[in-house]
Structures are given as structure tokens and as C-alpha cells.
């Protein structure tokens, strides 16, 4: 609110420099859509490009080389949101957990019945060890995809040691889905998971 603030009042070009960088990354940190979050970036972008002095501002800042790949993604086309999930898995997977937080945000928003989306956020949250939101997201993957074999494995995986029952229940689940991994482990507790 406060950046919000400093940025309504026209302040000099140093404190709307800063505070829409800063509100960007707020955003992004309470997990926020990418596109608000791009928004501010993209912002402060323009007028740090007619400024001196504002050179290493972005340098080191993750989300503004994230927003510039999402401005070559065309929103109109027909798998804008297949590749926004794909471009969140990839940068997920370089290590940015927090960063891919809003893009997964952002798809959920745009089509809330994405379910690839609640199961890579789930998998974020339990990264950051935010297990209690990270089972949420893994659950309502599954509500929405009973099918979902990567959301099943990490929920097995889970519950293993609180659970047995439960672990077993969401491993076959998931083997009968095709997933290799827990049809193996399955296999290999001498534990029957084929209909």
C-alpha cells in the first residue's frame, strides 16, 4: 500500500523508480498474478530507460528477466496458458521457487480448472515447506484430475510417514496411472495396485 501510495502522488523519478520495483517484488512474495506483478516491472522499466542512474537496479532481479520472456508469449493464442505452466515449470526447476509462484497464480486465475497449475504450486509451497498450503493446492489438483499421477506420487510420498494407509492408497492411485516410480515401489512391498 505504501508503494502504492508514493506511486499516486507523482513523486520524484528515484521514489517511483524504486517504489515500482519494490511493489513488484512484494507482490511477487505474497504470490501475487504475474501479470500485475509484470505490470509494475514493465513500468519501471520504461522510465529507468529515460534515467541515468538506475542501471543496476535490475541486475540482479530475476522477475524482469521472467516478465521480458512473457512478453514474447502471445496472450490471444490458444496455448498462452500451456506455455506460461511450462515457462513456471522451467523456471521452477532452474531453482526460482518463489519466482514461478505468480505465473502458476496467474493461469489458475485465467482458467481455475487448470489442474497442472495447483499441482506445480503445491509442489512450490512444499519447497518453501509450506506443507499445510502446499496439500491444498495438491488436493484441488486431484479434485479437479482424480488422474493426476504427479500430484498422487508427492501426496504418497507425503503421507508415508504419517499415513501408510494413505501413502498406499494414493501409490496405487498413481501406478495405475502409469506412473513408474510408485509401481516399482509398490511392486517391490509385494503390494498388489492393478484393477
Same mark, same amino acid.
Given at each position: 500500500?505504501? %508503494?502504492?501510495?508514493?506511486?499516486?502522488? !507523482?513523486?520524484?523519478? #528515484?521514489?517511483?523508480?524504486?517504489?515500482?520495483?519494490? =511493489?513488484?517484488?512484494?507482490? #511477487?512474495?505474497?504470490?501475487? +498474478?504475474?501479470? #500485475?506483478?509484470? !505490470?509494475?516491472?514493465?513500468?519501471?522499466?520504461?522510465?529507468?530507460?529515460? @534515467?541515468?542512474?538506475?542501471? =543496476?537496479?535490475?541486475? =540482479?532481479? &530475476?522477475?524482469?528477466?521472467?516478465? &521480458?520472456?512473457?512478453?514474447?508469449?502471445?496472450?490471444?493464442?490458444?496455448? %498462452?496458458?500451456?506455455?506460461? /505452466?511450462?515457462?513456471?515449470?522451467?523456471?521452477?526447476?532452474?531453482?526460482?521457487?518463489? *519466482?514461478?509462484?505468480?505465473?502458476?497464480?496467474?493461469?489458475?486465475?485465467?482458467?481455475?480448472?487448470? !489442474?497442472?497449475? %495447483?499441482?506445480?504450486?503445491?509442489?512450490?509451497?512444499?519447497?518453501?515447506?509450506?506443507?499445510?498450503? +502446499?496439500?491444498?493446492?495438491?488436493?484441488?489438483?486431484?479434485?479437479?484430475?482424480?488422474?493426476?499421477?504427479?500430484?498422487?506420487?508427492?501426496?504418497? @510420498?507425503? @503421507?508415508?510417514? #504419517?499415513?501408510?494407509?494413505?501413502?498406499? *492408497?494414493? $501409490? =496405487?492411485?498413481? $501406478?495405475?496411472? +502409469?506412473? &513408474?516410480?510408485?509401481?516399482?515401489?509398490?511392486?517391490?512391498?509385494? /503390494? $498388489?495396485?492393478?484393477?
Amino acid at each position: 500500500d505504501d %508503494y502504492s501510495m508514493t506511486i499516486s502522488l !507523482d513523486s520524484d523519478i #528515484t521514489h517511483l523508480v524504486l517504489s515500482l520495483y519494490h =511493489r513488484a517484488n512484494s507482490k #511477487t512474495v505474497i504470490g501475487m +498474478g504475474i501479470e #500485475t506483478v509484470c !505490470d509494475d516491472l514493465n513500468d519501471m522499466e520504461i522510465v529507468r530507460a529515460r @534515467y541515468s542512474g538506475f542501471e =543496476r537496479l535490475g541486475e =540482479r532481479n &530475476k522477475m524482469i528477466e521472467i516478465c &521480458k520472456l512473457i512478453n514474447y508469449i502471445d496472450t490471444s493464442s490458444i496455448d %498462452y496458458l500451456d506455455k506460461l /505452466t511450462n515457462l513456471g515449470v522451467m523456471i521452477t526447476t532452474n531453482g526460482y521457487i518463489i *519466482e514461478s509462484i505468480p505465473i502458476f497464480k496467474e493461469v489458475i486465475q485465467r482458467d481455475p480448472s487448470r !489442474d497442472r497449475a %495447483y499441482n506445480n504450486l503445491g509442489l512450490c509451497y512444499f519447497d518453501l515447506d509450506d506443507k499445510e498450503k +502446499g496439500l491444498g493446492y495438491l488436493h484441488r489438483a486431484i479434485d479437479l484430475n482424480p488422474n493426476n499421477e504427479q500430484a498422487l506420487q508427492t501426496l504418497s @510420498y507425503h @503421507y508415508y510417514t #504419517t499415513d501408510l494407509d494413505l501413502s498406499i *492408497e494414493y $501409490a =496405487r492411485r498413481a $501406478a495405475q496411472n +502409469g506412473n &513408474k516410480p510408485m509401481q516399482e515401489w509398490l511392486d517391490s512391498r509385494g /503390494t $498388489a495396485w492393478q484393477e
